[in-house]
């Protein structure tokens, strides 16, 4: 069966760091795309990244500038959201999603879902 579980959302201060992780079940995330969204309150879901072993380069949200990194540890079949100058427009549910096998970001139909971990950025 597969399975997302997201962690390592919490309370942040403006400014600061949180690390996000995608651990996954039933399948090798080597062989499927994984990607990041949030949707805040009275906005539309928004892609923040998406990494697959089958594409040239790992992509992210427009907003992101530079202030985020995707890694994936195989061994752990788990996928890390680094999220560095956190600020409150980064407020929140942070999902992990997956596609495959042989998944792309590109035209994903992101088939498979965790249940979401609340990030909140104070100032």
């Known amino acids: 069966e597969v399975q997302l579980v997201e962690s390592g959302g919490g309370l942040v201060q403006a400014g600061g760091s949180l690390r996000l992780s995608c651990a996954a079940s039933?399948?090798?995330?080597?062989?499927?795309?994984i990607g990041w969204f949030r949707q805040a309150p009275g906005k539309e879901r928004e892609g923040v990244s998406c990494?697959?072993?089958?594409?040239?380069?790992?992509s992210y949200g427009r907003f992101v500038k530079g202030r985020f990194t995707v890694s994936s540890d195989n061994a752990k079949n788990t996928v890390y959201l680094q999220m560095n100058n956190l600020s409150p427009e980064d407020t929140a549910v942070y999902y992990c999603?997956?596609?495959?096998?042989?998944?792309?970001?590109?035209?994903?139909?992101?088939?498979?879902w965790g249940q979401g971990t609340q990030v909140t950025v104070s100032s």
């Open positions: 990494t697959s072993s089958r594409d040239s380069s790992d």
């Open positions: 999603a997956a596609e495959g096998p042989m998944g792309h970001c590109a035209g994903s139909k992101w088939h498979y």
């Open positions: 039933g399948f090798s995330i080597d062989d499927y795309a």
